[in-house]
């Protein structure tokens, strides 16, 4: 028997199947409770939750009146709301393709119920209390490792968001440049650089932090989504000749739709060439968007060699691949990481990493004074940096429990899985006469495609894809597919696969495939 196998089958499926599956609530219709009793489980969208309220349910929003006199009664409350989550995706199904919202797993789900019943408040540890304080560290120093920060000398905390995340990197790069802009508000001539692929979130913190979307500039991107490093460094020289200075390279590690991994190493080697060459007297920082793709550190020291998990050969070159990307991500000054995506943590779940604790951080830490109500803080807690004066815990508590509930080869299995099967679905895609897959070669779980017909125009093009989209997402029972859609830089409108479900096998695919044939016929009439 060949190492990693059991019984004939591959490790990883036999993980997946026995043990991972198994701790995910949402993936059955059964043996929850009457709300789950009542879910159809055979449709990538929940329908069925027949609970509604008469009282509360078929009232505009304009015409609704919560109760003036006397209460009402908590059952009828629940039932209503328990009735409005008809329609929503059902992110455990493997049909599910819609967005990177992965299904949650129980451990996450109880310590999400824990964490609203006890409403500890992680600003303080006086109002959380010690331990849980404590597991902030832990997680902390676990997402470190996974990076490539060193946990000794690392730091981080919770945050609602990856948004928050990429606005606390550059508002740290932008002090680095401008010491007194805090209190000052002066940033003249500053710019801060991202791909043409990055998340409009750094526009939007460009926005927020009052240094205006305009100063945010943009470098090209090759169609997986990768920022060309040429192009960066020509843009980067032109600015600093005219006197302009670069606070901060916002590298994206994992687009959204095509898993697009920049080269964390060179945009390194060019940072410290300029700031070589141009004698700049201020550090350009880096900030690494690693919201997608941070889970696939969990194979940073994976055998590939010896391939204990028995990943197929392709897949095994994919990971391969994305890891050694990832192995210069410790190069980053700041990291943002979203659980809340590949760690199968409900939502919210972010952290923001920094690659050193102590002097660095000064500009973001407030001081006793300034925070009368926080004043027992100590130095090295997070609620003396974060914006935030109530820090929700259930984040925190749910990334530990996933963490200690998976385990590192636990994640390396779902992970590995889903870059199998988005490789399959992209490779079987390309087969089908007149789809174009815009990210053909990608690595990840994402898949952006279109049908494309000559002769057509634009707008025609992207009504027949509508119609095949309505198509898609608008069958029966389990013929559906609860996909997304997007536009191109050109104005053509795709469609996107996201995969996220460990549930998707290949027979789910080659399923997948068959229901878009279908749905380009019936829409080319």
Known sequence: MKPGKVNGFLRYQVMLERQIRQGFPAASARGMSHLMDSLSAIRPVLE??????????????????????????????????IGLFNGLPNWAHPLTQKNLMPPTTSVSVVTAFLTALFNPDICSPEFSGRLIEEAEKKAVSVLSRIVGYDPRVSYGFFTYGGTFGI????????????????????????????????????????????????????????KEGEMSILDLEDKCREMLNHGEKIA???????????????????????????????????????????????????????????????????????????????????????????????????????????????????????????????HNVGPKHPGAYTMETTRYAGGVLGTLANLMFFGREGYQAML??????????????????????????????????????????????????????????????????????????????????????PFVSSEDIDKACDLIVRAVRQANG
């Open 48 to 81: 069925g939750i027949d609970f509604n309220s008469p009282s509360f349910s078929g009232i505009k929003a304009s015409e609704f009146k919560f109760p003036g006199r006397g209460m009402s009664d908590p059952q009828e409350v629940i039932d209503h709301i």
């Open 167 to 222: 606005e606390r990197g550059i508002r740290l790069s932008l002090d680095k440049v401008f010491p007194y802009r805090a209190k000052t508000g002066h940033m003249e001539g500053v710019k801060i650089v991202s791909s043409e692929s990055a998340h409009f979130s750094v526009k939007s913190a460009a926005e927020d932090l009052g240094l205006g979307s305009d100063n945010v500039i943009r470098i090209r991107s090759n």
């Open 248 to 374: 901060c390279i916002v590298a994206t590690i994992g687009t959204t739709d095509t898993f697009g991994l920049d080269n964390i190493a060179g945009i390194s080697r060019l940072r410290d060439d300029l700031a070589s060459k141009y004698h700049l007297n201020y550090p350009i920082s880096i900030h690494a968007d690693a919201a997608v793709a941070w889970a696939w550190g969990f194979f940073r020291d994976y055998d590939f060699k010896a391939n204990p998990l028995q990943f197929p050969a392709e897949t095994l070159k994919a990971l391969r691949k994305i890891t050694r990307k990832l192995d210069s991500l410790g190069l980053a000054d700041t990291i943002d990481v979203n659980p809340h995506k590949y760690g199968y943590v409900p939502i919210p779940s972010s952290f923001l990493l920094f690659k050193e604790n102590g002097a660095t951080l000064a500009p973001l830490k407030r001081s006793p004074e300034e925070m009368p109500q926080l």
């Open 416 to 501: 590995g899985r889903i870059v199998e099967m988005g490789i399959r679905f992209r490779k079987k895609l390309s087969y089908i006469k007149g789809i174009r897959v815009i990210n053909r070669r990608g690595v990840g779980g994402g898949t952006i495609f279109y049908f494309r017909t000559p002769g057509k125009t634009v707008a025609e093009q992207n009504n027949l894809n509508q119609r095949i989209y309505d198509s898609l997402n608008g069958n029966e029972g389990d013929q559906a597919i609860n996909l997304s859609t997007s536009f191109t830089r050109d104005g053509v409108l795709v469609l996107k696969s996201l995969i996220m479900s």
